[in-house]
T-cell receptor, first 114, second 114 residues
């Protein structure tokens, strides 16, 4: 089955700096890669996703890049703000048919210091 | 998008008893899933809840321990049977709309087994 590795497990940055979280996946058939943000005691919320036919996607201060050959994808947050502090999870799945199971990475605790 | 609610939000149970968690979606979703999340850990898929048929369980999870029902496109239940302290965790359901890869998550049910 799919295996997703996520690094780093914790990341501390100063407000205004950029943050980068990296994930690798094992299943070359995976074609959908979402990123979720989970604040303490809250549900995971999708912040951005990318499909395997796209190399990069941006949404304001957030971007995701995908390298299919190397089987890794990354989350980039620019101009970080204290409200960006949360746990971020990457995930991978095969999209289509009866498959939509998400395999999650172990998460990255991002702390943005004012 | 889809809004997902769960009941109960939390419960404290005695070992050997069972608890049924309900998941309600405000729109018809093609797929529903149940996850377990230990505090401070990642999400692990328990099973895919199939409408009108038996759920599809992931390795390490069995129907006798985690029976699942999904009588229609907006509702599912997960029962945690014969509970032990090791079952203490947060249980989350998610749903996926047709034509989209996005999974929306419920707020979770925090279960403590004494």
């Amino acid at each position: 089955g799919e295996n997703v590795e996520q690094h780093p497990s914790t990341l501390s940055v100063q407000e205004g700096d950029s943050a980068v979280i990296k994930c690798t996946y094992s299943d070359s058939a995976s074609n959908y890669f979402p990123w979720y943000k989970q604040e303490l005691g809250k549900r995971p919320q999708l912040i951005i996703d990318i499909r395997s036919n796209v190399g990069e996607k941006k949404d304001q201060r957030i971007a995701v890049t995908l390298n299919k050959t190397a089987k890794h994808f990354s989350l980039h947050i620019t101009e970080t703000q204290p409200e960006d502090s949360a746990v971020y999870f990457c995930a991978a799945s095969r999209s289509g048919g009866s498959n939509y199971k998400l395999t999650f990475g172990k998460g990255t605790l991002l702390t943005v210091n004012p | 998008s889809a809004v997902i609610s769960q009941k109960p939000s939390r419960d404290i149970c005695q070992r050997g008893t069972s608890l049924t968690i309900q998941c309600q979606v405000d729109s018809q979703v093609t797929m529903m899933f149940w996850y377990r999340q230990q505090p401070g850990q990642s999400l692990t898929l328990i099973a895919t809840a199939n409408q009108g048929s038996e759920a599809t369980y992931e390795s390490g999870f069995v129907i006798d321990k985690f029976p699942i029902s999904r009588p229609n496109l907006t509702f599912s239940t997960l029962t945690v049977s014969n509970m032990s302290p090791e079952d203490s965790s947060i249980y989350l359901c998610s749903g996926k709309l047709g034509g989209s890869d996005t999974q929306y998550f419920g707020p979770g049910t925090r279960l403590t087994v004494l």
